[in-house]
């Protein structure tokens, strides 16, 4: 982390920041640093190692591009099988 990353300000609850606060001690980092692996691990898709931003997003992408094919495939063998999915998404928008 550099000095020019963004920053942002948040409200904990007391006994939550108590807990973030005793934590960062027990493993020696600051309390912005405990906050940050914490977060960073929240969305590790291999729990244990350590967080890799573009790995994330490649398996976002991944899972993303495998829903599109399989969305694909039901519209070729039923043509208005997704009808009433592309209605509903419709009246949500």
């Not at 550099?2 to 108590?18: G, H």
């Not at 606060?21 to 691990?41: M, P, T, W, Y």
């Amino acid at each position: 982390m550099a000095r020019d990353d963004p920053q942002m300000k948040i409200r904990l609850p007391e006994a939550l920041k108590t807990l973030v606060e005793a934590s960062a001690k027990d493993f020696g980092r600051s309390l912005n640093a405990e906050i940050v692996h914490r977060l960073e691990q929240s969305f590790n898709p291999q729990p244990g190692q350590p967080f890799d931003m573009e790995q994330y997003l490649q398996l976002k992408q991944d899972i993303l591009s495998e829903l599109l094919v399989e969305i694909g495939k039901r519209k070729a063998a039923e043509p208005d099988g997704l009808a009433p999915l592309e209605r509903s998404a419709k009246g949500k928008a």
